[in-house]
C-alpha cells in the first residue's frame, strides 16, 4: 500500500469513528453481509502475516487438523 492509499485509509477510519454507535453498527453489518468473503480472507492473510513475523507456525499435527478443517 502506497502512503497516499495509507493516508486516505486512515482518514475513512477517521471519519467512521466520528460516526454514532448505532451508525457504525449498521455500517459494519452491511460491510459484513456485502463483503464477508473478502473480510475473512482479508483475517485470515493479517493473522498468518502476524504468526509468521511472531515466528509462530503450526507443528505439523496442528497443521494437518487446519488442512481437514477447510474441508469440512
Known amino acids: 500500500m502506497n502512503p497516499q492509499q495509507a493516508n486516505t485509509a486512515h482518514s475513512l477510519y477517521a471519519l467512521y469513528e466520528t460516526l454514532p454507535n448505532e451508525v457504525q453498527q449498521a455500517f459494519l453489518e ?11 480472507d482479508l483475517a485470515f492473510a493479517l493473522a498468518c502475516k502476524q504468526a509468521k513475523e511472531e515466528n509462530q507456525f503450526l507443528n505439523g499435527q496442528e497443521a494437518q487438523g487446519f488442512i481437514q478443517s477447510l474441508s469440512q
Do not use: D, S
Not at 452491511?30 to 475473512?40: A, G, I, N, S
Open 30 to 40: 452491511e460491510l459484513l453481509q456485502k463483503k464477508q468473503q473478502e473480510l475473512e
